[in-house]
């Protein structure tokens, strides 16, 4: 099962920034977090991931909190095409990753 | 920019037959790994492999399923007498020791009737 919670749907104006949380209150010391997205039925898309720094790309950024028990994903200027479902994963090194329902975002216009 | 390639795109075959989905991964990736989407539900993890053997599989990956590496770019996932309910998308992602972050490809979509 995913050990991270997310809520299960959001939307955003278009512009604005998009916020997306997740909480993994049972994080392990060397579990990353991962974001991913799947935009249809796409394959999912890696986004950024993250040990104990906030992280920054291209992409996005990835803000954890300093107990890592949550982290929020903030897409700083939503467009319609970030329109998809989000999954947040906690993962260690060589596992498997593990998906849940994630939130389904809608960029509006 | 590298990616994950996947064929074909959309497989249509009939109640027990066998099909082979494949996939080339991306060169000088070590991990590759197989996935599946039913329709409107999760992805769904099926099978690890690396070393040239599977390192970790679910419940789902039963022996009606098998992956092969057969040359030193494929990987392939090969579903024995399918049933309807195998009807889904399937997903091939790799990674490298490196960079702990996997690429998945477009999906196979596999339609059995």
């Known amino acids: 099962d995913a050990k991270t919670t997310q809520p299960p749907s959001m939307d955003c104006a278009e512009g604005r920034a998009a916020n997306l949380p997740c909480n993994h209150s049972t994080i392990s010391g060397n579990e990353y977090v991962y974001w991913y997205r799947q935009i249809h039925s796409q394959g999912p898309q890696y986004i950024i991931h993250?040990?104990?720094n906030n992280e920054t790309n291209e992409m996005a950024s990835l803000i954890i909190t300093e107990d890592r028990k949550s982290s929020t994903l903030i897409l700083p200027h939503a467009t319609l095409r970030d329109t998809a479902v989000y999954y947040c994963i906690v993962r260690l090194g060589g596992q498997n990753f593990v998906f849940g329902p994630g939130t389904r975002l809608s960029v509006l216009p | 920019e590298p990616e994950v390639t996947q064929t074909p795109s959309h497989q249509v075959t009939q109640m027990g037959q066998e099909v082979i989905l494949r996939c080339v991964p991306i060169s000088n990736h070590l991990y590759f790994y197989w996935y599946r989407q039913i329709l409107g539900q999760k992805v769904e993890f099926l099978v690890s492999?690396?070393?040239?053997?599977?390192?970790?599989k679910s419940e789902i990956f039963d022996d009606q399923f098998s992956v092969e590496r057969p040359d030193g770019s494929n990987f392939t996932l090969k579903i024995r007498s399918t049933k309807l309910e195998d009807s889904a998308m399937y997903f091939c992602?790799?990674?490298?020791?490196?960079?702990?972050?996997?690429?998945f490809g477009q999906g196979t979509r596999l339609t059995v009737v």
């Open positions: 992602a790799s990674s490298d020791l490196r960079a702990p972050e996997a690429f």
């Open positions: 492999f690396y070393n040239n053997e599977i390192s970790e």
């Open positions: 993250g040990l104990k």
